[in-house]
């Protein structure tokens, strides 16, 4: 689905009443990479890429979805009986579930959805899912929940629904995105700050270029919870020597290295990515505040060695994308981005020679993996937000 007409003429195929619309971002992220839910900070922009809601209260008790962009797939719920179900439904079941837990009251309604996000790219459909049906229902149930307590709720909808144990960045990305911004967001406090994204450090205009290998993952199949309970094994031996450290925060490179018989190597090297990507992103947010882009880009490569190397949730064809574009001078910072184990890659590239050196990465891809890359250019918009209907 490309357009929110499209989604409200689609609405009304399905349903009587008169829809209010709906659009929630996906998100890029700068840099912080698997430090969400490590007590780090994170650089995520929202994109102009994202989900359309068309969606009213229906006056009974259920709540009937129909996915425009899967066939038109449909389903109700009775909002008192709501369980686990499988694939997508999950994201939508989640929400209700968090909201009826927490007591908010909602009742029946009917939703259109559907978008021009790649699904499993990396670019978090499923929190702009997650974060764009909360979103409409605290404002056509007039609940009155400020986006912070709405990205607390998407995010506790993962975990339990969809069963991936996330940080916050996604949801919080989507529902806080600024155009020409990014956000600098403390993942403890759920403070942040806009900072300007201009790409231009006065000699060079760049731009930021995904390429998505092609190759999808599936964040609940596994590999993402992994990491996060080795490295909560790992902090958790942290916190045994003492008490006040509540997250990875307080632990420095040199204590993890200090410590380092006491770990498997896995949980080890998981440990030494966090505390240096956690001190990665401070600096990062300064060269960004600073305008120095060539200082972040180098930045961006040292993320994907980590996390390629140490995290190990990058794969084959990223770690190609990323060598790839290392080797041209007109790319000054590139890493795989997002929960990893596939999805894209996110470059800055200089904008003039950008056709030419894309083109480059991506047949070089091809070449190797028999795989057509997709080139997405990203502009970052702002966050979750009702759309006005224009009336004819
Ligand atoms: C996924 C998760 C996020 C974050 C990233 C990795 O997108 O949903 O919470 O952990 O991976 O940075």
Not at 2 to 23: C, D, K, M, S, V
Request: one cysteine or more; aromatic letters at 10%.
């Amino acid at each position: 689905m490309q357009t929110p007409q499209q989604a409200l003429q689609n609405y009304q195929q399905h349903f009587p009443e008169e829809a209010r619309l709906f659009f929630s971002p996906g998100r890029v992220n700068l840099l912080g990479e698997h430090v969400d839910y490590n007590g780090g900070f994170v650089l995520p922009a929202a994109i102009n890429k994202g989900i359309w809601f068309a969606i009213a209260p229906n006056h009974t008790n259920s709540a009937s979805f129909v996915a425009a962009d899967i066939n038109e797939e449909s389903f109700s719920v009775e909002l008192n009986n709501i369980t686990k179900q499988s694939g997508w439904r999950n994201y939508v079941l989640g929400v209700l579930h968090i909201l009826k837990k927490q007591k908010f009251e909602i009742s029946g309604f009917n939703c259109l959805f559907g978008g021009n996000i790649p699904q499993g790219a990396g670019l978090s459909s499923s929190a702009a899912l997650e974060a764009g049906l909360v979103f409409a229902l605290n404002e056509i149930f007039q609940i009155g929940l400020s986006k912070k307590q709405l990205a607390l709720i998407a995010q506790e909808a993962e975990h339990s629904f969809a069963g991936t144990k996330c940080g916050i960045m996604d949801m919080f990305a989507s529902l806080h995105g600024k155009e020409d911004h990014c956000l600098f967001l403390d993942c403890i406090t759920l403070d942040y700050e806009y900072l300007p994204l201009m790409l231009n450090d006065g000699t060079n205009d760049y731009e930021l270029v995904l390429i998505d290998s092609k190759v999808h993952h599936q964040l609940n199949d596994g590999g993402y919870n992994k990491r996060y309970q080795e490295a909560m094994e790992g902090l958790s031996f942290f916190q045994s020597l003492n008490k006040r450290i509540t997250s990875f925060r307080h632990v420095q490179k040199q204590v993890v290295e200090q410590f380092m018989e006491n770990f498997s190597k896995e949980v080890y090297d998981r440990c030494i990515y966090i505390t240096q990507e956690i001190e990665r992103t401070k600096q990062a947010a300064t060269y960004l505040k600073e305008n120095n882009l060539i200082e972040f880009g180098k930045l961006m490569y040292q993320t994907h060695h980590g996390l390629s190397e140490l995290y190990e949730v990058s794969c084959e064809e990223m770690d190609f994308l990323v060598k790839e574009a290392r080797s041209q001078s007109d790319v000054i910072g590139a890493r795989m981005m997002g929960g990893g184990f596939g999805g894209c890659t996110i470059n800055l590239v200089n904008k003039s020679n950008r056709d030419k050196v894309i083109g480059q990465i991506a047949s070089a891809y091809e070449k190797a993996f028999n795989i057509i890359p997709e080139v997405y250019l990203v502009e970052t918009a702002d966050g979750t937000r009702e759309i006005p209907l224009v009336l004819s």
